[in-house]
């Protein structure tokens, strides 16, 4: 007689502070047959703090698309398995999609233990409008691409939330400025629930003047929350100008594709050719 199908279980652990981790939580961790973790060692200071003595696989990006056969097999020989992340709701911006997938399409049963969420905390903390919003986790590392795609996000009216490293934030910023406007307000979120929490909220360009002013502040997992575009805003209306203009450069000299992408958007052509 086959094996009845386990269960995969989705267990968001605390981003910071331990205390925030969910009772179920600790019971669905302790009662697995296996936890697929992003970085064992990680979880295994997780795992013992809240004395769990379960047996780990690891499961990160640059292993999943071999690993998901493997707990498909589990399952289906009817374990349990716990999928975490190294902190916070597993699959926002971390790996795992792929597994939860293809345990749906296999029949296996899937569900949640929810809870922290890096994105969520600063959201609800920023004062900017939540009945929409727009989450881009972490940009391209390329400055052409980051500035790229930042002017795709120019225009749209939703509350945006980004993740950045430290040792990106100066230029990320400095290409927010740009693409979206300076005088656009955001909230700058480092080390949510942590020891050294800190949240600075102004426009973007005062921010980038804040961590200039203070080194200290670039350290840490940071969190950026920018309001969206108003209607007509300036920032949305330059962003389409720009895309145009790029456009008609590939065909026409860049004096002639400035000139049409300047009367067409209501830009200046020297914003465009910025």
Request: charged letters at 25%; hydrophobic letters at 40%; glycine letters at 10%.
């Amino acid at each position: 007689m086959p094996n009845k199908p386990g269960t995969l279980w989705v267990v968001a652990t605390p981003i910071g502070n331990l205390d925030d981790m969910a009772p179920r939580a600790v019971r669905v961790l302790a009662e697995s047959d296996v936890v697929a973790a992003e970085d064992t060692r990680h979880t295994g200071r997780l795992l013992k703090h809240f004395g769990i003595d379960a047996r780990q696989l690891s499961l990160h990006e640059h292993n999943e698309t071999r690993r998901v056969p493997q707990i498909i097999e589990r399952l289906g020989g009817g374990e349990t398995v716990a999928l975490v992340s190294d902190a916070g709701t597993p699959l926002v911006s971390d790996p795992g999609y792929r597994l939860v997938r293809a345990a749906r399409e296999a029949g296996i049963a899937v569900f949640t233990v929810p809870g922290p969420c890096a994105a969520i905390a600063a959201l609800s903390i920023a004062g900017l409008p939540t009945d929409r919003f727009h989450f881009e986790g972490f940009l391209p590392a390329r400055a052409a691409a980051r500035r790229k795609r930042l002017q795709e996000l120019a225009a749209g009216q939703e509350t945006l939330v980004f993740y950045e490293t430290p040792q990106r934030i100066d230029s990320m910023l400095a290409d927010a400025a740009r693409s979206l406007g300076g005088d656009r307000e955001a909230l700058l979120c480092r080390e949510l629930t942590k020891l050294h929490e800190t949240s600075f909220l102004g426009t973007i360009a005062s921010l980038q003047a804040r961590l200039a002013s203070d080194p200290g502040q670039l350290r840490g997992e940071m969190v950026l929350v920018v309001e969206g575009a108003g209607e007509g805003d300036g920032a949305g209306k330059l962003a389409d100008g720009r895309r145009l203009f790029e456009l008609l450069a590939t065909e026409l000299p860049p004096g002639k594709a400035a000139k049409l992408a300047a009367a067409w958007s209501g830009c200046r052509r020297k914003e465009l050719y910025k």
